[in-house]
């Protein structure tokens, strides 16, 4: 367990919200991360000395089953709604095998199937953002596709794997710097890393 995937996992869990949601997850929806800004904004504000659930809209719950029909999905979200109606925070469940079902309606280009709960991590706007977290058998799972250096570093720079997406971008960062001025945000057309 590398250094930053404790430092990362602590702040995440440091939000109570976070910690409550993770905890009860097993017993309410099979192979499920909480995801995005839940995580990396904890981490934010962890990083800041900010209260750990400063700025967070929503808890994002991902799993993945084969069942792609509505009925099957709104099972886990209403049972979900119910365990945690008290939590003070919207706690969001989508099941990744029925993204590309919805998507292209949503956000008017299209979306790969997925095959498990984490694949769709690749495809957020953001290196920063693409970061889930569940407990595990034997502790805290990580799943960073993109590493966890622009997340320590508060950066916010384009995945350059998703195409058309810059008004998107443009208002998401927009709103993080607000919260979060110390962050660093590239703009969308900033030039590609090279490999």
Request: glycine share 6%; net charge negative.
């Amino acid at each position: 367990m590398s250094p930053e995937f404790k430092r990362v996992t602590a702040l995440a869990l440091a939000n109570p919200h976070n910690r409550a949601v993770l905890e009860a997850l097993p017993a309410l929806v099979p192979n499920a991360w909480i995801v995005s800004g839940c995580v990396f904004q904890s981490v934010w504000n962890g990083l800041t000395g900010r209260e750990p659930s400063y700025g967070i809209l929503d808890i994002d719950v991902f799993y993945f089953d084969p069942d792609t029909s509505y009925e099957a999905e709104d099972a886990y979200i209403k049972a979900c709604d119910r365990a945690f109606a008290g939590l003070g925070v919207e706690v969001q469940v989508r099941n990744q095998a029925r993204v590309h079902l919805w998507y292209p309606q949503k956000f008017g280009r299209p979306y790969p199937a997925l095959t498990h709960a984490t694949e769709s991590l690749k495809y957020f706007l953001a290196p920063c953002c693409a970061v889930a977290l569940r407990l595990g058998a034997n502790g805290p799972e990580l799943e960073a596709p993109f590493g966890l250096e622009d997340l320590l570093a508060m950066k916010v720079a384009r995945n350059h794997l998703v195409e058309g997406s810059s008004q998107q971008y443009d208002a998401k960062s927009a709103r993080w710097k607000a919260m979060w001025p110390e962050i660093t945000v590239e703009p969308w057309d900033a030039v590609a890393p090279t490999p």
